[in-house]
């Protein structure tokens, strides 16, 4: 069965460092996004990305954050300079094309910055 | 944007027990997916339900959309199934670009 993966599955990381995520989407699927969940909290909905450009983006993804599909698998999100609060469970998911359809998750990585 | 409540918060039940976790809504849905979140913090899809009933073993689904609520059945629970259950519906009339989640269900199955 297809599945969104995502590499690594922990990193640890000194404030301040620059991290990427990433993510290699269902092969078919067109949408793609980033949510993050800190300890303990609900799921929260950072980007949305379709036909090579943010479609949509939280409050929370600020200038920190970037998103980018540089070749026709990978999905990365880049954090410039982590602080302490980025600390959270990433998640990536896809999903076929926008509107009824399901969304996929990966099993996401765990960032942790010390 | 869209308002989710999830009920109860937490919910410690014997194994072989039933249970229904119930999702509230704000706004009107095209669609509604639930999830598991394990002990590892990976999300698995359950169900994805615009409507009506689904049924995947042991566990079913029901959205009432015009009433604004949604509702997943476990039965005969086992230790597998502790972990935290969302539902997530969509934004309103704009299809499956961004899911909202809920606070969910902390369900937790003692031997």
């Known amino acids: 069965e297809p599945e969104v993966t995502q590499t690594p599955s922990h990193q640890v990381t000194q404030m301040g460092q620059e991290v990427i995520l990433r993510c290699v989407p269902i092969?078919?699927?067109?949408?793609f996004y980033w949510y993050r969940q800190i300890l303990g909290q609900k799921v929260e909905f950072l980007v949305s990305?379709?036909?090579?450009?943010?479609?949509?983006k939280s409050e929370i993804f600020d200038d920190q954050f970037s998103v980018e599909r540089p070749d026709g698998s990978n999905f990365t999100l880049k954090i410039r300079s982590t602080k302490l609060e980025d600390s959270a469970m990433y998640f990536c998911?896809?999903?076929?094309?926008?509107?009824?359809?399901?969304?996929?998750f990966g099993q996401g990585t765990r960032l942790t910055v010390v | 944007g869209i308002q989710v409540e999830q009920s109860p918060p937490d919910l410690i039940l014997q194994e072989g027990a039933n249970s229904t976790l119930r999702c509230n809504f704000s706004?009107?849905?095209?669609?509604l997916q639930w999830f598991h979140q394990n002990p590892w913090g990976q999300l698995i899809n359950l169900f994805y339900?615009?409507?009506g009933t689904k049924q995947n073993g042991r566990l079913s689904a029901t959205t009432v959309a015009t009433e604004r609520y949604s509702l997943l059945y476990i039965s005969s629970s086992q230790t597998t199934d502790s972990g935290v259950y969302f539902c997530?519906?969509?934004?309103?009339?704009?299809?499956?670009?961004?899911?909202?989640f809920g606070t969910g269900t902390r369900l937790t199955i003692i031997p």
């Open positions: 990305f379709y036909n090579n450009e943010i479609s949509e």
């Open positions: 998911a896809s999903s076929e094309a926008p509107g009824r359809t399901e969304a996929f």
């Open positions: 997530a519906p969509p934004r309103p009339n704009f299809g499956n670009e961004k899911l909202t």
């Open positions: 339900i615009p409507s």
């Open positions: 092969s078919n699927h067109l949408y």
């Open positions: 706004d009107s849905v095209n669609n």
